[in-house]
């Protein structure tokens, strides 16, 4: 009975002490990890974010890119983190969701992590390499299949949205690409405009500065409805490949155990970036679509995250993609 009453105290000690850290939070800057090199969408999205999340709080959010593995190092550092609010995971659909059907992860997805809130979300562009012989997709379905295996196509790596993407596309045209993997988009579109690879899919956040610079060009957009920021891009439907949508959507996590008054108030600290008309404007600038107020809690992203494990798990497996 002794043993229990102190069990049962012990157990109101710690809780005060979390709520009473939780009332203190944030104290000291945040770490939010960004899974690719610096350059690459998610890295653009997170100075984005961190900027305008640094008002609300009121500590600096500080960007720290860790690179390798898909991603999945960098969530492993902040599933390993403490649970306090100050190491802040930002990552996608293929960080989050993909890696854990292809690779053999030290964590769990599902449950090591606690989510904090949708960010947005990203279609993928199909831009190619300025003197590529394709002018629009259909032309590029012809030129595959008369060049087999010839097409470079950059990625960020095994597993990542944009190699999927690829494979996908691969599959789906009946032709053969091959693969060139790169630590994030940012370095790859680098190889793109060089001229180094001939293809890549890639978030519209991160293609759109050089397509409007005309240094390559856009082929279609993975999704149903033409981008208000760049509307003269045909849809996949419209270019001749329908149904052919990947959207890339973006989220925060944070390690398990982390108080909830300290979840609530990153929370709330994304909810008055998105509020912020300056933000907007330039996220939708970037391609980016914007979640609804309702789409914007731990709730909504905890529920999108397991219905897309559900959904691609069975999708990546079956297509047996694995790390080379």
Known sequence: MMKRLIAIALSGLLASIAAARADEYPNKPI???????????????????????????GQMVLVENVTGAAGSIAVGRVVRSAPDGYTVSIGHWSTHVINGAIYNLPYDLRTDLAPVSLLTSNPQLIVAKNDLAATDLKSLVVWLKANPGKALLGTAGQGSAS????VYFAQASDT??????????????????AGQLDLIFDQASN????????????????????????????????????????????????PKGTPQPVIAKLAKAVRDTFADETVRKRLIELGQDLPTLDQQTPEALGALQKAEVEKWWPIVKAANIKVE
């Open 163 to 166: 190699h999927i993407a690829g």
């Open 31 to 57: 770490t939010m990890i960004v899974p690719f090199a610096a350059g690459g969408p998610t890295d653009v999205l997170a100075r984005i974010f961190a900027e305008r999340m640094r008002q609300s709080l």
């Open 176 to 193: 053969k690409v091959q693969f060139v993997p790169y630590r994030g988009t940012g370095p790859a579109m680098q190889g793109l405009v």
């Open 207 to 254: 293609s759109l500065p050089q397509v409007r610079a005309k240094t390559i060009k856009a082929l279609a957009v993975t999704a149903k409805t033409r981008l208000a920021s760049a509307p003269d891009i045909p849809t996949v439907d419209e270019a001749g490949m329908p149904g052919f949508y990947i959207s890339v959507w973006n989220g925060l996590w944070v």
